[in-house]
């Protein structure tokens, strides 16, 4: 399965030179100091760390690894009155739309030679000017399927009074996200694809001063938004700096990168995504997931004639597995098609191959 993470925010705040340090695209990422330097949406991919997948391949002596990833959408800015469409505000939108989380990019560092398109640095305020934005395109929207819906039947009539639920708050510039809504009523407006019911990153690009990020940091907590502080330049000047340096002289400087696996942990959790692994000598790989996937699903990312001829699938706990490694074919726990796949589990899957 595809995940995919849109960078989002102000022109010249910082989200094409993440996407670059992300991604390691040099080719066909314009970072400029002006406003709408990106026009279409630039497509990256990045590989999502995780130490065990490591160990496993390690210990399985593995030719190849194969990490899970998500892929990152670099989407140009948006400015005030984008749901009108101001600045091509809803072509950007639609691009927003197509994602399956957002990451508001906060430009937090002061640099009077990049021009800010509000003339002055502050996150918040940005922030609730997106947000603002994505607000006023989701009220749209559903004004528009109110004005076209017809009552049928009991289901139709649901969703008609969902979508004017939604619209009353959105009215008070509540985001669906915050409306407290069942799974029931989630599946019912999954096509709708509402912006603000998608879940949110706010990550703050700082210069590398943690007080750049307090009052954001205080916001966030009092919103219960999940942050992640990010110094995006000084980032990738140390990077840049470190490859020069032999061991000794690293140890020395003693710079600490940021931990990204903080970050992968706030994607799985947002998302309720779990990770499961297949191993062997010829290849270890871990797979990216929903949390309420079964076994005979989870068996449909590896090969869907897999899925088909599902028998039963041996699972080995990680943790259990690194307490006693044992042998190479130790036999697991045999679970059903029913089965849901937890994080970290090892898994080996049987299935009827066709004939």
Known sequence: MTIKIGLVGLPNVGKSSLFHFLTRKKEGTKIANYPFATIDPNHGVVLIPDFRLEKLGKYWQSEKITHSTVEIVDIAGLVKGASQ???????????????????????CFPDQEIIHVEKSVNPIRDLEIIQLELISADLQQAERKLGKSKVKNEKTQKEKEICELIKKNLEQEIPVSQLGLSEEEKQIIKGY???????????????????????????????????????????????????????????????????????????????????????????????????????????????????????????????DWLQFPGQKNWKGLTKKADYIIEDGDICHFLFRKKK
């Open 193 to 319: 694809n509402f912006l603000t019911n998608k879940p949110v990153l706010l990550l703050a690009n700082h210069g590398g001063n943690e007080t750049e990020i307090a009052k954001l940091k205080d916001y966030a907590q009092q919103k219960q938004l999940t942050l992640f502080p990010l110094a995006i330049k000084l980032e990738k000047e140390m990077e840049e700096e470190m490859e020069k340096l032999s061991n000794e002289e690293k140890q020395e400087l003693g710079w600490q990168s940021v931990d990204f696996s903080v970050l992968t942990g706030k994607i799985k959790q947002l998302l309720n995504l779990k990770t499961f692994f297949t191993v062997g000598e010829d290849e270890t790989k871990s797979w990216l997931t929903k949390k309420a996937m079964n076994a005979r699903e989870c068996a449909g990312l590896i090969h869907s004639d897999i899925q088909k001829g599902f028998i039963w699938v041996e699972v080995h706990k990680y943790n």
């Open 85 to 107: 469409g101001l600045g091509l505000g809803n072509e950007f939108l639609s691009h927003i739309r197509e994602v399956d989380m957002i990451w508001h990019v906060l430009r």
